[in-house]
């Protein structure tokens, strides 16, 4: 550890110059702000292209931590170890890219420049925007409080700092009520939260419990998922194991010294349910960086970067792009989203510096690995128009071992080894190769 530690500070040496007391003013070809899955992947794809300064990327990022999020809920699950969910930054992001350990707070579009919490400048050709979602705990009264209290049996996989408490606490639950919730906003991963007490429902029933513990998985949703045919399934997972599920049902409130959760029905505004728990897992509200949402001229009324579903270009300006979470594109937030949004955003990105048409079109791809349990997992596909968009010549409504396997061992080894090289474009690919052995619908 001693090693990886000196590696990464050999890293930062070398990528970064610190001068202290002063303002520093960059320029580049590319600017990158963030360094999470869109980030790093695009840093990498255009890094090979753009590699010698000023005309080189330059990575925004404050963090000294990368972590693989989809593995959250199998770790939360007791299914995988954290230590491998995380990589230093140092060592993801691309060598041939500058990476500024900071934060950028102020965008000037109309000046191609950004300014960082350090005072400095970047000026831009061109700039990618990755900042995924900011998770908002504060907005849940009594959650952060809840989170801190060992002993709360309240827990969330969804942050690096609380997802290892999540396999403890589901363990020493024994009886009484496990709730399970999905927040009334945009979530990475939607179909984690439900995941997530899939998997509990079956670690408890395979240690006798499960007689004594209730299971609710309380969603704001008015569909248990988006996709009608994955829905279908799922509500079959639901019955066989008699989990309940409560629709249009929002967390607002946690008094942990009461064991009580408090929700809101959506169906009629403003009617409180008041829920007993003996373990609760909560998904927090999420949402754009406030970074993002203090700058008005690049976003929506809701604060996320506006840009064209298709091209993944600015609505406004022509020089800005946008990838993954943190953009209006109305896909499901994954990390397969990204893959494939990687592969339009670079070729657009060569076609516009070419002076050339944008030609890229993302179709809305997005793929979530919906664990039922260990060995059991449902691969849903799909596009923008919620309908399957499928890769292998199975019925992928199943829960299949394979499937599980691939989301547990073959995903992370993609993500690690390529992806985050710049070297994975999606299945798109794979499917066309498979297409000639699946049967005619």
Not at 282 to 302: I, Y
Request: with cysteine.
């Amino acid at each position: 550890m001693v090693m990886m530690n000196t590696c990464c500070g050999i890293h930062r040496v070398r990528r970064m110059a610190i001068f202290a007391g002063r303002e520093m003013h960059h320029s580049c070809k590319v600017l990158v702000v963030g360094g999470g899955t869109g980030g790093c992947t695009m840093a990498a794809k255009l890094a090979r292209k753009f590699d010698k300064a000023p005309n080189h990327v330059i990575v925004v990022e404050p963090s000294e931590i990368h972590y693989y999020q989809p593995m959250f809920t199998l770790i939360g699950g007791g299914l995988k170890k954290f230590q491998s969910s995380r990589r230093f930054m140092g060592d993801v992001l691309p060598k041939k890219a500058q990476w500024l350990k900071d934060s950028v707070m102020s965008f000037e579009p109309e000046s191609n420049k950004v300014t960082t919490s350090n005072g400095d400048t970047i000026q831009y050709d061109l700039m990618i925007v990755a900042m995924g979602l900011q998770l908002y705990w504060a907005k849940i009264p009594g959650l952060v409080d809840a989170l801190r209290d060992p002993d709360s049996q309240v827990c969330s996989i969804y942050g690096p700092e609380t997802v290892q408490g999540v396999f403890d606490k589901m363990k020493k639950t024994t009886r009484g009520p496990g709730v399970f919730t999905f927040p009334h906003t945009p979530v990475k991963c939607p179909g984690a939260p439900q995941k997530i007490a899939y998997i509990a429902e079956d670690f408890w029933t395979r240690k006798n419990h499960r007689k004594d513990i209730e299971v609710i998985y309380n969603t704001s949703l008015p569909v248990i998922f988006g996709v009608k045919k994955y829905a279908d399934a799922l509500w079959g997972v639901c019955e066989r194991r008699n989990i309940r599920v409560n629709l249009q049902t929002s967390l607002t409130e946690i008094n942990r010294d009461k064991k009580e959760a408090v929700f809101e029905n959506l169906k009629n505004p403003g009617e409180k349910i008041t829920q007993q728990y003996s373990f609760l897992h909560v998904c927090p509200p999420m949402g754009p960086p406030d970074v993002l949402k203090n700058h008005p001229v690049l976003t929506n009324e809701a604060g996320f970067l506006a840009v064209d579903a298709k091209t993944l270009r600015h609505n406004r300006f022509n020089n800005i792009y946008g990838i993954g979470d943190c953009t209006t594109t109305p896909n499901s937030k994954t990390m397969a989203a990204i893959a494939s949004q990687a592969k339009v955003l670079h070729q657009n990105i060569l076609d516009d510096l070419k002076g050339k048409s944008l030609q890229g079109v993302y179709n809305g791809y997005a793929s979530c690995p919906l664990v039922t349990g260990p060995g059991k997992c449902i691969l849903a596909e799909f596009d923008y128009n919620l309908q399957p968009l499928e890769t292998f010549p199975v019925d992928q409504k199943n829960e299949m071992w394979i499937m599980y396997f691939m989301k547990k061992e073959f995903f992370p080894f993609l993500y690690w080894n390529f992806m985050l090289k710049g070297y994975w474009n999606g299945p798109e690919f794979i499917r066309k190769l498979l297409k000639v052995f699946k049967k005619s619908s």
